[in-house]
């Protein structure tokens, strides 16, 4: 459903931060995507729905050619990916509602948005959404009144609204707290096989990776290094993306935690 | 314990200076002292010139303590109501033409050609001092507020637009972007990822600058560009004391009144 075609980014500065990434994700398939910070996981993400402009190569969204889009028939694309931010980044002085509804910006024009007068589908569905994260009564709360997990899942509502066919998330987790983090990647993961949606999240957290996704993908230095399923994650993979560390103690806190679960 | 550690141990520890060569931090401060010095004597003062100007000091202090409101009531009243008019007319018009000359003054959101173009403006703006610019437009337009009006909008759009463009410019960019991936439009973006975030801002130094425009309003009457200060100026000319003295009270009690005013709406929009 998505595929990257030998995907190059280099800044101007002359960091090579992806080279020749290639990439096939099938329909519904959810992934996630862990290696070093400056590893090229953000980048890569962003150069899908072109936040960042590749170098070169291709990013196609099933039969559509994303990378050679001109600006209009990029913002209906971008329609269908929708995106989770590290640190949430919802708008902080508008409401919950209308941080939701602005998912909905790339469907209806300039004037009903700038009057907020949204269809009443549109209005139905953002309820919907914030009934399904449990937050259907802080809908006229100013997002910078409510507590990260809350705004997370804010953020994974306005996503979810655009009705799209891929998420890209960047790191969801990285400021929460590792109950909260694991919510969050549930939710996410479970609203993605209700909508069999496709998903590429970015996170640091190895082991939390490893409890929710099908797929790991290890990238370092702008290149794929591992692709597998996530028990595939032996402390050799590891030393090789991250280098050397003792990685028992990761890979067995996986473990004990989901013992702990249970 | 390394050699580098015991070098460093029981010797006492100061930050290092900004100016790293000795000789030069001198030179700096004697050169300073000995410049200031030289500057005071510079100043020649008439001490004969300054004891006749006591006498018309205390005349002035004095006439503050029985301020003549009525005698050019009329006159006052005029004026005041043309400064505030004035100050209405110029913030709302320079506020308006500074919203687009901001944000294409942002370099984080216009493409370059509209920023230099932008930037062009502000600084043409910023660099004529108001007076110059009034004494300008009054030779073009004549006495009277017109030319007042227009000095202050004028004035209000390279203010505004500035401060304006770099409050955008230290916006949060993820907030921004957030919006963008959603597919939205241009002017939806701003819309939704800009302006939430620099609204209060905006809002503050709109009200600053009519305050800003009020008191300047009261200045360019002294060129001729109406307001108060012509009403002022004749006052001086004609040694009423009293009636100067009433004009600097209302100006005084309505900056005071503004200040006030501005103080309450800043803190309701946070």
Redesign the interface.
Known sequence: MLSLEKLTKTYRTGDQALKAVDLEIPEGQVVALIGPSGAGKSTLIRCI?R?VEPTSGKVWLGDIEISSLGATAL?????R?G?I???Y??????TVM?NVL??????VG?WK??LRRYPQSDIDEAFRLLDRVGLLEMADKRADELSGGQRQRV?IC?ALI?NPALL?VDEPTASLDPKTSRQIMRLICELCAERGLAAIINIHDVALAQMFVQRVIGLQFGEIKFDGPPDGLVPEVLTQIYGEEDWQATIRKVEEEEEAVE | MSDALSLHLGKPWKKPPFIKRAWLRWLIAVGAIVYLVLGIASVEVNWHRVYEGLDRGAAFIASFLTPDFLTRATDIREGITESIVMTVASSVVGILISIPIGLGAARNIAPLPVYMICRGIIALSRSLQEIIVAILLVAIFGFGPLAGFLTLSFATIGFLSKLLAENIESM?R??A?????????W???I???VQ??V??RLIGLSIYRVDINFRESAILGLVGAGGIGATLNTAFDRYEFDTAAAILIIIIAIVMALEYVSGIIRARVQ
């Not at chain 1, 913002?75 to 329609?79: A, E, G, S, T």
């Not at chain 1, 980044?89 to 508008?94: N, Y």
């Not at chain 2, 972007?177 to 439009?185: D, F, L, N, V, Y």
């Open positions: 729905n936040l913002r209906q694309q971008r329609r990916m995106m931010f590290q640190e980044a919802l708008v902080e002085r508008l209308e602005s998912g909905r910006l790339g469907y300039f948005s700038f953020g306005r655009q890209l | 949060d993820s907030q972007e957030a919006i963008r991936a959603t597919g939205s439009s002017p939806q973006w819309n939704y990822g939430p975030q609204m209060p």
